[in-house]
């Protein structure tokens, strides 16, 4: 995030926050009034809540990264492009643990000839 967009969002942070506060004390003080009409929240604080909510999402939304490619053709060229580095599957296709079952079976295979040959002797 960019310096704008954290202050951005900070300054609606703490407008969010001013307006729940007042609207917390508006109903306070009405509740404690014992009026019988019922209490509504007066409309600067409903407009002040607004805004907060837009300010913070227009900080979020100018913070936040590119957006990335949404067909799989084009993530996975992208990745092949930058060298593989930041492919996220790159630990699974590497891990120690996984079998590479083609490659057993070829080894079983020769295992299997290598004790024919033995037997035919």
């Given amino acids: ?3 704008l967009s954290r202050l951005v969002t900070l300054f609606g942070l703490v407008l969010l926050a001013h307006a729940g506060y007042s609207a917390h004390e508006h109903t306070v003080l ?3 009034a014992r009026i019988s009409a019922s209490t509504v929240i007066p409309q600067d604080i409903v407009v002040e809540t607004l805004v907060a909510v837009l300010t913070v999402s227009i900080g979020l939304v100018l913070g936040a990264e ?3 490619p949404i067909s799989w053709r084009d993530w996975a060229g992208q990745i092949e492009r930058e060298g593989g580095t930041r492919n996220p599957y790159l ?3 590497e891990r ?3 079998w590479d079952i083609r490659a057993k079976r070829k080894e079983f295979a ?3 000839r290598g004790q024919d040959e033995l037997t035919k002797e």
């Fill in 1 to 3: 995030m960019s310096f």
């Fill in 110 to 112: 020769d295992w299997v």
């Fill in 30 to 32: 009405h509740s404690n």
């Fill in 96 to 98: 120690y643990g996984f």
């Fill in 66 to 68: 590119k957006l990335k």
């Fill in 91 to 93: 630990a699974l296709e």
